[in-house]
């Protein structure tokens, strides 16, 4: 049914883009951005899988400078609502 260029490719892919996402991955729980993290290395695993390193770096250089710039609100700086 699947090849063996097949498995080799998407086992490549999935690859690719999990080693290309750590960067951003552990550079957001570092910073305390855990969603923008996972979703960092899911974007770089799905352009892993779907166009390989053409995809899968850039993908992942990204949202490396997206959670450097974003800085993380302290649980503080929420909006409550206060009676008047």
């Given at each position: 049914?699947?090849?063996?260029?097949?498995?080799?490719?998407?086992?490549?892919?999935?690859?690719?883009?999990?080693?290309?996402?750590?960067v951003p991955f552990i550079l957001g729980k570092k910073r305390?951005?855990?969603?923008?993290?996972?979703?960092?290395?899911?974007?770089?695993?799905?352009?892993?899988?779907?166009?390989?390193?053409?995809?899968?770096?850039?993908?992942?250089?990204?949202?490396?400078?997206?959670?450097?710039?974003?800085?993380k609100l302290p649980a503080k700086a929420e909006i409550t609502?206060?009676?008047?």
């Amino acid at each position: 049914m699947f090849t063996g260029i097949t498995v080799m490719s998407v086992v490549e892919g999935l690859a690719i883009g999990l080693l290309c996402g750590m960067v951003p991955f552990i550079l957001g729980k570092k910073r305390g951005l855990r969603v923008w993290s996972e979703v960092a290395v899911g974007c770089s695993v799905l352009g892993g899988l779907l166009f390989g390193m053409i995809a899968a770096a850039p993908v992942a250089a990204l949202f490396t400078i997206v959670i450097m710039i974003k800085k993380k609100l302290p649980a503080k700086a929420e909006i409550t609502e206060t009676a008047s």
